[in-house]
C-alpha cells in the first residue's frame, strides 16, 4: 500500500493493465479461425476469408457509427430501414440525373446519400435529445418511418439501378486495391477515422463522458444535446457510406433490404466491447464484432451442424452470451 | 411475529436476564481484497444498551468492518461469537436473523413504490395467499409513528423528502426483531432538527436495551450521545474509550495519530471591496427566488442554511445547470444564464455537493476526469494532448496533495477527501475567478477537512472569491468572512464579524421573522 505523490513512478505509468473488453474480441476472433480451420479447411482460404470481411463490411461500417451512439448512451434501431431507405434515394437520383450527367450521377447519387444520411442521423438525434424520447422509442418509430418510405417508393417492389450505371458503379464492391477488396479498404479507412475522432479528438472525450454519467458531463460544461446530437449524425453519415457500398452488391433497393440489421450491428457493438449502457467506446473490436458475425455465419454454411436459416438465431445467441460476459467479467 | 410485540419483547428481555454479557463480539477480525488488508486483528464487544461509536479516518475499515458485522462481507480471519457461541453470516439475512442490522448510508429504496410497499418489500405480509396490504399499511403507519416520522404509508418514496426517506430505512430495518442497530453514518445527509430527530430515535434504541454501533465522521454527535468510543486507524483497532471525558480534539488526535493542527486557517485580513459576482432578482422556479447578494474579491462568502433551502439550485441556475432568470453580472459583465456554459466560461467555477454522481467519472483514470472541464485547453490542432494532461495531474496531484496508490487508478478508487481534491483540481482547472464549493468536506476526514479549508484560504488570498455552500456551520464559521443564510428559497440575513455564531444562523435559517437585511447593501 505504498503511496506515491511525486512524479516519480509515472514512467511505468502506461495502460498495460489492458482487460477483457479491451483483446477479448480479437481473441474470439482468432479462435473462431481456429475453430474453422478445424472444421473445415477450405474456411481459411484467403478467397473466402476476403469473401467473408467484404460482405462483413456494411455491418462494419454502421457499427462503427452505432459505437459513437452506444458510446455516448443512446441507441439506433433505425439503421436498417435507414439504410434502405437511402438506398432507394440514392439509386433513384442517379438514375434520374444519369441521362443528363452520365457516369457522373454516380459521385453526385453518392454525396446525396452521405447527405440524406447525416440529415436522417440528424433527425434521429434530435427527437431524442432536443425532444427528450427514450432513444428506443424515438429510433423504432423512425424505423417504421424509413421502412413505409422504401416500401412506398418502390411500390412493394424493387428500385434497381440503372443499366448505363451498373458497370461503372461495380468496382465499387467488386473492385480491388492492391488485392484488397474495397470495402474491407473503406471500411478499415472508416474505422481510422472513427478511432481518431473518438480516442484523439475532444468530441471523444465528450462522447465517453456522456455515455458514462450524463450528469457529471453536465457540470463538466459539456453539452449533452450536442453531443448526442453528432453521435447520431455519425451514425446517419455511416449508414450512408455502407449504403454506398451496398448499391452494386445487388443492385437495387427493395423493401427488404437492411432488414435486422439492426440486430447485427448492436450485436457487433456489444461483443466489441463497448457497454451497452454508454462509455468508452471500442471501435475496432466492433469490427472484429462485425467480422465475427459474418464468420460464424459463414461457418454455418460451410458446415452442416447448424442449418444456415438459424444464422440470424444464432447471432441473437451471441449477443445474449456477449451481455453475459460482460455482466459477470466486472 | 410483528414488530409491536417485537419491541415489547425487546424490553423484556433488557429487564430481565442477560443483559450484561455482550451481544455481540468481534474476535481477531481481519479482511484482505486482494493483496490489500483493510483490517487487521480487530477485536470488539458489543454491549447491550450502550451507544459504541465507532470513529476514524476515511479508509480506516470502518465500513469494512460493519459489514463484516452485517454478513455483507465474510471475514478473511477471525470469528464473531454471539453469547459465547461463534458464528459466521455468510448473507445479510443470517445476520438479521442474529438481530443484527445495519442502516445503510445510502438510501436503499425504491423510489416508485410506497412507503409501506418499501417497507416490507421483501417479505410482505401474506393472507390467504395475497398480499395484505390493509396490515402493512397499518403495521407502517404505527412503526413510522414511533420514529416521529409524519408521511403517509401510501405516498411514494419518490415524492417524500430525503429526510424523510431515510427514517422509512430505519424503520424497515427496525421492522425486524433486533439485538444491535449499526448505523452507517446516518447524519450525512441532514441537518438541524433532522439530526436532533435522528439522534433521539437512536437514543430510544438505547433505551429499549439494544446495542448501538454508530459510524459518524461528526464528532460532536459522538460526543453528544456515544456511551463508548473505538477508534479505527489504517484496518487496526487503536482502542475503546469511555466516551465522558473524551474531547473531540481528543478523538481526532487518536484517529490520525499525531496532533492537529488547528482545523480552520487563520483568518486573514478583510477582503477588498471589489466587486466579483453581483446577482439581482435571481429566480430559480420552484426552487428560490429574490435572490440579491454581492460577492467580493479574495472574499470568502459563505451560503447557509437547511437542506432544501435553495441554495444549491441557486447556483445550478447561475451556473445554467436548471432553469433560471436574473440579473448576473460578473466582473463587470452581464452574463446570460440561460446558456449552459456562460457562467463557465464567464470564469465562476462550480464544485458540486454530490461528488460521485455528478463530479467524477468513476470508472474513468484521473486525467480524463481533470481535464473534462477544460478539454480546450489540452489540444492542440485536432488532437487531444495526453502528455500535456499527464502533466496536469502530476502537477494536481502534487498541489492538492492528492494520494494514490498509481496514476493509473480510476477516480472512483480514490478516498472521499481525495475525490474532493481532485474535484477541486478539475475546478480550477477552467481558470475561474470565482468558485463556488458545495459542501466542500461532505464525508470527508478530518485530516482531509483541514487540507481542503487551507486550499480555500489560499485561492482567496491569491484574490478569487470563493463562496461556500455548507450545511455546517461550525465550517462556516470557521472559514467565512461573511455568511448569507437562506431559507426556503430566500436569502433571510447575513451576519458578519461578531454575530456570526451558529446561533445566529439558525434563527436566520429557520425563524419566521424575515430581517430587513434580507438585500444587502
Not at chain 2, 466560461?345 to 477544460?374: F, H, M, Q, V, W
Request: glycine share 10%; charged share 20%.
Amino acid at each position: 500500500m505504498s503511496v506515491i505523490t511525486g512524479s516519480a513512478a509515472l514512467r511505468q505509468e502506461r495502460d498495460w493493465n489492458i482487460g477483457w473488453t479491451d483483446f477479448g474480441p480479437f481473441l474470439a476472433l482468432l479462435a473462431l479461425l481456429v475453430v474453422g480451420f478445424l472444421v473445415n479447411p477450405d474456411f481459411l482460404s484467403a478467397t473466402n476469408l476476403a469473401n467473408v470481411i467484404t460482405r462483413s463490411a456494411f455491418i462494419a461500417i454502421i457499427a462503427v457509427g452505432a459505437t459513437f451512439v452506444i458510446s455516448s448512451g443512446g441507441l439506433d434501431l433505425s439503421v436498417g430501414a435507414m439504410a434502405a431507405f437511402i438506398t432507394g434515394i440514392t439509386i433513384m437520383f442517379m438514375n434520374s440525373m444519369a441521362p443528363e450527367w452520365g457516369v457522373w450521377a454516380i459521385p453526385a447519387g453518392m454525396a446525396v446519400a452521405v447527405i440524406v444520411g447525416t440529415g436522417c442521423g440528424l433527425m434521429n438525434g434530435l427527437i431524442v435529445t432536443v425532444g427528450r424520447i427514450e432513444p428506443f422509442i424515438a429510433t423504432l418509430g423512425t424505423m417504421g418511418i424509413f421502412r413505409a418510405l422504401i416500401t412506398y417508393m418502390s411500390d412493394g417492389g424493387t428500385i434497381p439501378i440503372d443499366r448505363s450505371l451498373r458497370e461503372a458503379y461495380r468496382p465499387v464492391y467488386f473492385g480491388t486495391v492492391g488485392g484488397i477488396p474495397l470495402p474491407i479498404l473503406i471500411s478499415i479507412a472508416v474505422a481510422a477515422v472513427a478511432s481518431f475522432i473518438l480516442y484523439k479528438m475532444k468530441y471523444g472525450r465528450k462522447c465517453a463522458a456522456v455515455g458514462a454519467n450524463e450528469d457529471v458531463a453536465r457540470y463538466s460544461g459539456i453539452s449533452i444535446v450536442k453531443t448526442r446530437t453528432i453521435a447520431y449524425a455519425i451514425q446517419g453519415a455511416c449508414v450512408a457510406i455502407a449504403a454506398i457500398c451496398y448499391v452494386p452488391r445487388l443492385g437495387a433497393a427493395t423493401p427488404t433490404t437492411g432488414v435486422l440489421w439492426e440486430l447485427q450491428v448492436i450485436t457487433a457493438v456489444v461483443i466489441g466491447g463497448t457497454a451497452l449502457r454508454g462509455g468508452k467506446g471500442h471501435v475496432w473490436g466492433t469490427v472484429a464484432g462485425a467480422v465475427i458475425l459474418e464468420l460464424i455465419a459463414n461457418l454455418m454454411v460451410l458446415s452442416d451442424f447448424v442449418s444456415e436459416y438459424l444464422v440470424a438465431g444464432v447471432q441473437g445467441v451471441i449477443i445474449i452470451i456477449a451481455m453475459l460476459i460482460q455482466r459477470f467479467s466486472k | 411475529m410483528f414488530a409491536a410485540s417485537r419491541l415489547q419483547q425487546e424490553s423484556d428481555e433488557a429487564a430481565g436476564g442477560d443483559t450484561c454479557g455482550p451481544v455481540l463480539q468481534a474476535k481477531g477480525m481481519s479482511k484482505d481484497y486482494g493483496p490489500v488488508t483493510v483490517l487487521s486483528d480487530v477485536w470488539l464487544d458489543v454491549l447491550p444498551g450502550r451507544i459504541h461509536a465507532i470513529i476514524g479516518e476515511n479508509g480506516a475499515g470502518k465500513s469494512t468492518f460493519m459489514r463484516l458485522l452485517a454478513g455483507y462481507a465474510e471475514p478473511t480471519a477471525g470469528t464473531l461469537s454471539i453469547a459465547g457461541y461463534d458464528v459466521r453470516f455468510s448473507r445479510p439475512e443470517h445476520a438479521q436473523q442474529a438481530g443484527i442490522v445495519l442502516v445503510h448510508q445510502e438510501i436503499l429504496l425504491a423510489e416508485g413504490l410506497t412507503v409501506a410497499e418499501n417497507l416490507f418489500l421483501g417479505r410482505e405480509l401474506m393472507w390467504n395467499g395475497m398480499v395484505d396490504d390493509q396490515s402493512m399499511r397499518r403495521i407502517a403507519a404505527e412503526k413510522l409513528s414511533e420514529l416521529g416520522c409524519r408521511v403517509s404509508p401510501n405516498a411514494l418514496v419518490r415524492d417524500i423528502a430525503l429526510a424523510d426517506r431515510q427514517l422509512v430505512q430505519i424503520a424497515r430495518a427496525l421492522l425486524d426483531d433486533y439485538k444491535l442497530v449499526i448505523f452507517d453514518e446516518p447524519t450525512a445527509v441532514l441537518t438541524g432538527d433532522e439530526v436532533e430527530r435522528l439522534l433521539g430515535i437512536i437514543l430510544k434504541i438505547k433505551e429499549q436495551g439494544a446495542a448501538v454501533l454508530y459510524i459518524s465522521h461528526r464528532l460532536d454527535e459522538v460526543q453528544r450521545i456515544a456511551d463508548l468510543v473505538s477508534v479505527l486507524r489504517d484496518g487496526k483497532m487503536v482502542g475503546t474509550y469511555p466516551a465522558e471525558g473524551l474531547t473531540q480534539m481528543d478523538m481526532a488526535r487518536l484517529m490520525v495519530g499525531r496532533d492537529l493542527a488547528a482545523l480552520y486557517p487563520v483568518k486573514r485580513l478583510k477582503a477588498s471591496n471589489v466587486p466579483s459576482l453581483e446577482v439581482r432578482g435571481l429566480v430559480v422556479s420552484g426552487y428560490a427566488k429574490d435572490i440579491f447578494f454581492t460577492a467580493h474579491k479574495g472574499e470568502i462568502l459563505g451560503f447557509a442554511g437547511m437542506i432544501g433551502a435553495g441554495r444549491t439550485e441557486v447556483f445550478e441556475g447561475i451556473m445554467g445547470l436548471r432553469p433560471a432568470h436574473g440579473s448576473v453580472v460578473l466582473n463587470g459583465r452581464i452574463i446570460d444564464i440561460r446558456h449552459s456554459r456562460a457562467a463557465m466560461d464567464g470564469g465562476i467555477g462550480y464544485l458540486t455537493e454530490d461528488r460521485k454522481g455528478k463530479g467524477l467519472l468513476l470508472n474513468e483514470k484521473l486525467a480524463p476526469n481533470l481535464t473534462l472541464s477544460a478539454l480546450t485547453r489540452f489540444h492542440s490542432g485536432l488532437m487531444m494532448r495526453k502528455a500535456r494532461e499527464q502533466a496536469a495531474l502530476v502537477k494536481a496531484v502534487e498541489n492538492y496533495d492528492i494520494r494514490l496508490k498509481s496514476f493509473g487508478v480510476k477516480a472512483g478508487q480514490l478516498s472521499g477527501g481525495n475525490q474532493q481534491k481532485l474535484l477541486l483540481a478539475k475546478v480550477l482547472l477552467t481558470d475561474p475567478s470565482i468558485i463556488v464549493i458545495d459542501e466542500p468536506t461532505r464525508g470527508i476526514d478530518i485530516a482531509n477537512k483541514a487540507q481542503i479549508y487551507a486550499f480555500i484560504q489560499r485561492l482567496a488570498e491569491e484574490g478569487k472569491t470563493c463562496i461556500v455552500i455548507s450545511s455546517e456551520m461550525q465550517e462556516l464559521i470557521g472559514i467565512c468572512d461573511r455568511i448569507l443564510v437562506m431559507r426556503e428559497g430566500r436569502i433571510t440575513g447575513e451576519v458578519t464579524g461578531e454575530k456570526m455564531t451558529e446561533h445566529e444562523i439558525a434563527l436566520l435559517a429557520t425563524s419566521d421573522v424575515t430581517t430587513a437585511a434580507s438585500r444587502e447593501e
